[in-house]
């Protein structure tokens, strides 16, 4: 049976502003445009992920000048009037001591319009003074970058701010969702994702892109290749066996049998055709299946380890620890945090 949501795209308008920085608008261009489409490019492994279709927006098409790095250049226009499920508008360049008010009047009645039609509506940092000039905020809690927190206060007094925090959901529907600080589209990212698209496809953009702390490294966003291309049918029929029997005792020996050659000639054209010795290729299986089992599942790390074929608990956490750069209980703390941005 076809998932037909599945099949339709998630729209996204990232709106444009005269103030707009094109930083956070291009990375969330990227970032959100390879929802359902670089993992496997990368892995080989396919998804049946939601797709998004973004597109940047403002009231003219022509490229406009920025203050901060290059100008931006708009998809289309606010008078074509596209519904989008998602609304966004990322920091702006604001003077302290001038002040939001009476700014963006067009636009502004634009956003208001997608939100009544039903788009969740989002800001990244400063972004959130558009939203309050535009009337959305009034009485609901929002964020913003610290810096901006007193002209907040000053200008949109009927708004709770809570500028401690790096994502606020301003109404019980959450279809208005602000973040704190420049790079906190980075979270609204992931949160998006997670929310249209799943749990599974943030987490695997978040490994994609190094987004979250990135203090251990890169170890813990990596994962396995895409499959090297080769013309050994015997290796190939054994890849495609082991896939399926990766956890089982012996795992070479019984690729040795499975592939009817002698162990030396196997292993030599194993590692010929795929790059891996074939214990390191089983590792790397059992480790990446570990993974997907700490990311979803509450199976305590003794239950994972034998799941995947590790029947000393100690040995599998070695294991894992070099191949990721932390234990399982880390790997599984930081990556369901990220799936549950969606919540």
């Known amino acids: 049976m076809v998932d037909t949501k599945a099949a339709v795209p998630v729209t996204v308008s990232l709106l444009a502003l005269p103030e707009s920085t094109p930083a956070a608008i291009y990375g969330l261009l990227e970032v959100l445009s390879a929802v359902g489409v670089v993992w496997t490019q990368l892995t080989g492994e396919p998804t049946t992920t939601r797709r998004m279709d973004v597109r940047i927006v403002a009231t003219a098409a022509e490229p406009f000048a920025t203050v901060l790095g290059p100008p931006i250049a708009p998809h289309e226009v606010l008078a074509d009037d596209r519904v989008a499920d998602i609304v966004l508008v990322t920091d702006l360049v604001v003077p302290m001591d001038a002040g939001p008010r009476g700014r963006w009047m067009a636009e502004a009645a634009w956003v208001r319009e997608q939100h009544r039609r039903g788009a969740l509506v989002c800001s990244v940092c400063t972004g959130s003074l558009f939203l309050a000039e535009a009337g959305l905020l009034d009485g609901l809690e929002a964020t913003t970058h610290w810096c901006a927190a007193a002209l907040f206060r000053e200008h949109y007094p009927a708004v709770r701010l809570r500028p401690e925090l790096i994502l606020c959901a301003a109404d ?116 990446e299946e570990a993974k997907e089992m700490l990311e979803t599942t509450a199976e305590p790390t003794d239950a994972v380890a034998s799941a995947v074929g590790y029947e000393d608990p100690a040995f599998f956490r070695r294991l894992f620890k070099r191949r990721t750069g932390m234990t399982p209980a880390r790997y599984r703390q930081r990556f369901q945090r990220i799936g549950r941005l969606g919540g």
């Open 172 to 287: 019980p529907g959450s279809r208005l969702l602000t973040g704190g600080g420049a790079a906190s589209w980075e979270d609204v990212a992931l949160h998006l994702i997670a929310r249209f698209c799943g749990e599974a496809e943030a987490i695997r953009i978040a490994k994609v892109f190094l987004l979250g702390d990135r203090g251990d490294g890169q170890l813990p966003f990596a994962s396995m290749g895409r499959r090297s291309r080769h013309d050994d049918a015997v290796v190939g029929d054994c890849q495609a066996w082991i896939a399926e029997h990766y956890a089982g005792a012996n795992p070479v020996a019984r690729m040795v049998r499975h592939a009817g050659l002698p162990e030396r000639s196997f292993k030599r054209r194993f590692k010929a055709a795929t790059g891996y010795a074939p214990v390191d290729y089983v590792q790397a299986l059992r480790v």
